[in-house]
T-cell receptor, first 116, second 115 residues
Framework: DSGVTQTPKHLITATGQRVTLRCSPR?????VYWYQQSLDQGLQFLIQ???????AKGNILERFSAQQFPDLHSELNLSSLELGDSALYFC???????????????FGPGTRLLVL | GENVEQHPSTLSVQEGDSAVIKCTYS??????FPWYKQELGKGPQLIID?????GEKKDQRIAVTLNKTAKHFSLHITETQPEDSAVYFC??????????????FGKGTKLSVKP
């Protein structure tokens, strides 16, 4: 158990709908990262938040957005869903410092999204 | 941006043999290289990592080597066991504004250890 929790575990929805994925980082971790894993694209970085602020953006679609709340949990919002958005979505967290052993990203169990 | 290539995509070994997975990266500013193991239905789990100021790191049956000049790093698993069967991912990242940047992953290697 990495200490990162994600809900829900599975999500089935229809095209055009909107869903929210939730992530709680490990206690004390300030950074949260969202990744998408699909068969054809592998593990792709979407977005990073650090202590409530957006830090970096990757291959995140405009239909997707995220935020990190004062208690450091994060939510990934996916809207106008398309069949191609079906994938595993992982959240990872890491501490602030980058000193020996502090940079490890710990991954949650993921949310499996199926868009029908 | 950074690009990480990983080989082979599949690897089958006999129990007790060694397994080697290789990765190359393109961004010379990358300075952190973790390896993750992903079992079916689970999230990636860190198994070992190395920073660019170290050439080799070992943890029991697992070792990672890094060649900064050639920009490649490798995972070595000795005395493989059936429970080592999983998909292994290499990744690279660099420091970003005081915190660790996002990980760029290789495509993964499916390791099968035959009893």
């Amino acid at each position: 158990d990495s200490g990162v929790t994600q809900t829900p575990k599975h999500l089935i929805t229809a095209t055009g709908q909107r869903v929210t994925l939730r992530c709680s980082p490990r206690s004390g971790d300030l950074s949260v990262y969202w990744y998408q894993q699909s068969l054809d694209q592998g593990l792709q970085f979407l977005i990073q938040y650090y202590n409530g602020e957006e830090r970096a953006k990757g291959n995140i679609l405009e239909r997707f957005s995220a935020q990190q709340f004062p208690d450091l949990h994060s939510e990934l919002n996916l809207s106008s869903l398309e069949l191609g958005d079906s994938a595993l979505y992982f959240c990872a967290s890491s501490p602030h410092a980058i000193q020996g052993g502090q940079e490890t990203q710990y991954f949650g169990p993921g949310t499996r999204l199926l868009v029908l | 941006g950074e690009n990480v290539e990983q080989h082979p995509s599949t690897l089958s070994v006999q129990e007790g043999d060694s397994a080697v997975i290789k990765c190359t990266y393109s961004d010379s500013a990358s300075n952190y290289f973790p390896w993750y193991k992903q079992e079916l239905g689970k999230g990636p789990q860190l198994i070992i990592d190395i920073r660019s100021n170290v050439g080799e790191k070992k943890d029991q049956r697992i070792a990672v080597t890094l060649n900064k000049t050639a920009k490649h790093f490798s995972l070595h698993i000795t005395e493989t066991q059936p429970e080592d069967s999983a998909v292994y991912f290499c990744a690279a990242s660099k420091d970003y504004g005081g915190s660790q940047g996002n990980l760029i992953f290789g495509k993964g290697t499916k390791l099968s250890v035959k009893p």
